[in-house]
């Protein structure tokens, strides 16, 4: 839970900081439409956010500032296409290329920047040639400045959280299951029940393991088995039955009942080990995640959906295990999140 919390305070922290920058581009917008200065905090921090290298920024305020803002913001625009289109190239897949891009915003301002400056850098050669003086502003830097710190504490933000992705579904006997958000009470609505347990039975959530949460119970409807699931307390260590949250799913490869569970609607009994063995996992159940991996190795194949952590978006996974005779061993997915640990 602590990871949790700390994942939202750095979410705000960034908040504030992008709603601080665009705060000074409108105050800079303002100065220069009612032909004023802007605050004296702003001219500090464009002094203050400087290289070793020494460069002289003005202190003052014209109409000059404002386009050289708009072009450091299209500078960045820019930045971000270059940088997607070259991670496209590499990748050649569009979703991890956007990912990428989206996830390095540090590196996208710091090619902005350079961008700039070497504009910069050309027209002060043209401009002394043709004895016109153009000076670096200041607020314009201070600008510049918030951007960057923006994207710098994102960058470390969303290297810890990532991107979320699309949570995974079960279907068992027209019933759908969305692993890690499914009440238990909906599974008892459509005429399921647990062994052992009933609506008020009280679940406990030990906290000791990074992939078992909560209680493992037997699901049942009608006298056969469906497989196991685990129930789990969404925000406490215990709570009722009903109010438990479905975070594990598992059925064995021998269950009566295969052919009526689904997995993002693909078939489980259809399935065989040589489609884990030559396929891509993700092509397998249909799904088109951001970022994912991958093991493959017999007898175990497993599917990670959110690799970067899971301290404020859920990780999934997907997992087939087969005896030595390459028959089913089960089939199973998980959710996971740092409010469970």
């Not at 956007?98 to 002060?124: D, E, N, S, T």
């Not at 949570?167 to 019933?175: G, T, Y």
Request: glycine fraction near 4%.
């Amino acid at each position: 839970m602590a990871f949790f919390i700390v994942s939202i305070a750095l979410g705000i922290l960034i908040l504030v900081l992008l709603m601080f920058t665009v705060y000074m581009y409108v105050k800079l917008v303002i100065a220069v439409r009612t032909n004023t200065e802007v605050p004296n905090w702003m001219y500090k921090i464009g002094q203050g956010f400087k290289s070793k290298i020494n460069i002289n920024y003005e202190d003052f305020t014209e109409p000059a500032t404002l386009w050289d803002t708009n072009f450091f913001i299209l500078c960045f625009i820019l930045a971000n296409i270059f940088f997607y289109f070259v991670m496209y190239y590499q990748t050649q897949n569009s979703k991890k290329a956007f990912y990428i891009c989206v996830g390095l915003q540090a590196v996208v301002v710091l090619i902005a920047m350079l961008f700039y400056f070497i504009v910069k850098l050309i027209l002060f050669f043209v401009s002394h040639i043709l004895g016109i003086y153009r000076p670096l502003y200041s607020p314009t830097n201070a600008v510049m400045a918030g951007i960057f710190v923006t994207a710098l504490v994102y960058t470390l933000w969303m290297l810890r959280v990532g991107l979320p992705e699309r949570p995974l579904d079960i279907q068992i006997d027209n019933s759908t299951v969305v692993i890690g958000e499914t009440k238990a009470s909906s599974l008892l609505a459509d005429g399921f029940t647990f062994y052992g347990k009933d609506a008020d039975s009280e679940i406990v959530n030990k906290r000791n393991s990074q992939l078992h949460y909560g209680e493992l119970v037997e699901l049942l409807r009608d006298g056969k088995s469906y497989g196991f699931m685990s129930i789990t307390p969404t925000f406490k260590n215990s709570d009722k039955l009903e109010n438990c949250t479905i975070t594990y799913y598992e059925i064995p490869g021998d269950s009566e009942v295969l052919s009526q569970v689904k997995f993002n609607d693909t078939d489980l009994s259809s399935l065989s080990i040589q489609d884990f063995e030559n396929s891509d996992l993700a092509d397998i159940f249909s799904l088109k995640p951001y970022n994912y991996n991958q093991y493959k190795r017999s007898p175990l194949y497993t599917l990670k959906l959110q690799t970067v952590g899971y301290s404020l978006w859920k990780s999934y996974s997907i997992e087939a295990d087969f005896f030595e005779n390459n028959s089913v061993h089960h089939y199973g997915v998980r959710a996971q999140h740092t409010i469970w640990e």
